[in-house]
């Protein structure tokens, strides 16, 4: 099975928002609430963002939320902030697999 | 809090086995988690290699299975890695992480990461 598709740049202002998508199909992202978002600064190991399509774990800013529509899963940071600026990365369940995105990096201008 | 630490060689030949372990603190690995590899070539993005359960059942990426055994060991609360037949295509960061309840869940507490070069 491939990699999610995410777009591999995408860059905004402090203050402002963005939306990073992850296209995957109906044997993953389409087909089950399994959907996790990942944030990674150079250098650091992933940190978890967003569980189960939406879910923000404890700890994690309420500026970050997520959806799902169809084959695409969604990521948006409102009001971003300098150390905002990371790799993203989205994680689907493929039925027995697990598959990333091939990842997003995000700048703050 | 939980903690995760890989440990193993730095560089291994083509052709030969990689083998990590990842050591588990501040949670029991019998406490009902799953517990999976995944790894991240320089500059790419990460890919799951597979995951295990307490009781040792396993789930594997479909593209490694052939070369790919994950095993646990409770009474040194740690679990490991072994994949055969590496070539420089499985040089990568392999991360060890904490997956939750069911193996659908996400990974929430990640090890620091070891790199391993494959060359000789």
Redesign the interface.
């Given at each position: 099975?491939s990699?999610l598709t995410q777009p591999a740049s995408v860059s905004g202002s402090p203050g402002q928002s963005i939306t990073i998508s992850c296209t995957g199909s109906s044997s993953d992202v389409g087909g089950?609430n399994?959907v996790?978002w990942?944030q990674?600064h150079p250098g650091k190991?992933?940190?978890?963002m967003i569980?189960?399509v939406s879910g923000r774990?404890s700890g994690v800013s309420s500026r970050f939320s997520a959806s799902k529509s169809g084959n695409t899963a969604s990521l948006t940071i409102s009001g971003l902030q300098a150390e905002d600026e990371a790799d993203y990365?989205c994680?689907s369940?493929a039925g027995?697999?697990?598959?990333?995105?091939?990842?997003t990096k995000l700048t703050v201008l | 809090q939980v903690q995760l630490q890989e440990s193993g060689p730095g560089l291994v030949k083509p052709s030969e086995t990689l083998s990590l372990s990842c050591a588990v603190s501040g949670k029991s690995i019998r406490s009902g988690y799953y517990w999976g590899w995944i790894r991240q070539p320089p500059g790419k993005a990460l890919e799951w290699i597979g995951t295990i359960y307490q009781s040792g059942s396993t789930y594997y990426k479909s593209s490694l299975k052939s070369r790919v055994t994950i095993s646990v060991d409770t009474s040194k609360n740690q679990f490991s890695l072994k994949l055969t037949s590496v070539t420089a295509a499985d040089t990568a960061i392999y991360y060890c992480a904490r997956q939750g309840y069911y193996h659908t869940d996400p990974f929430d507490f990640w090890g620091r990461g070891t790199m391993v070069t494959v060359s000789s």
């Open positions: 099975q990699a089950y399994f996790s990942y990674q190991a992933p940190k978890l569980s189960d774990p990365y994680c369940y027995g697999d697990t598959l990333f995105g091939g990842g | -």
